[in-house]
């Protein structure tokens, strides 16, 4: 298993920007399928956003516009910029990473979008 940190969240007002960062443990993290997922109280985990090897991104409509996933394969580390925030983004954001024979979560970490 992969182990993996997320950090960034905290408190925004509407409109505000937040990155938040995931860092990787393990030497094999080019190979990964990189995720963020968000969870509301009360509501299932949803997919966010994903980049997989060659690069290629893609995003629930929600975020789309607003969100830009990205990867450092060499710093073991995938990033989300959240752009234009909205109150309803307002949940604990969590870092995932797939690949046929593993899928890795972190612990999560909460963004609250409020004036």
């Known amino acids: 298993q992969v182990q993996l940190v997320e950090s960034g969240g905290g408190l925004v007002q509407p409109g505000g920007s937040l990155r938040l960062s995931c860092a990787a443990s393990?030497?094999?993290?080019?190979?990964?399928?990189m995720g963020w997922y968000r969870q509301c109280p009360g509501k299932q985990r949803e997919l966010v956003a994903v980049?997989?090897?060659?690069?290629?991104?893609n995003y629930a409509d929600s975020v789309k516009g607003r969100f830009t996933i990205s990867r450092d394969n060499a710093k073991n580390t995938v990033w989300l910029q959240m752009n234009s925030l909205k109150p309803e983004d307002t949940a604990v954001y969590y870092c995932?990473?797939?690949?046929?024979?593993?899928?890795?979560w972190g612990k999560g970490t909460l963004v609250t979008v409020s004036s």
């Open positions: 980049i997989i090897m060659s690069g290629r991104t």
């Open positions: 393990g030497s094999r993290f080019s190979s990964y399928a």
């Open positions: 995932n990473a797939n690949t046929i024979s593993m899928d890795s």
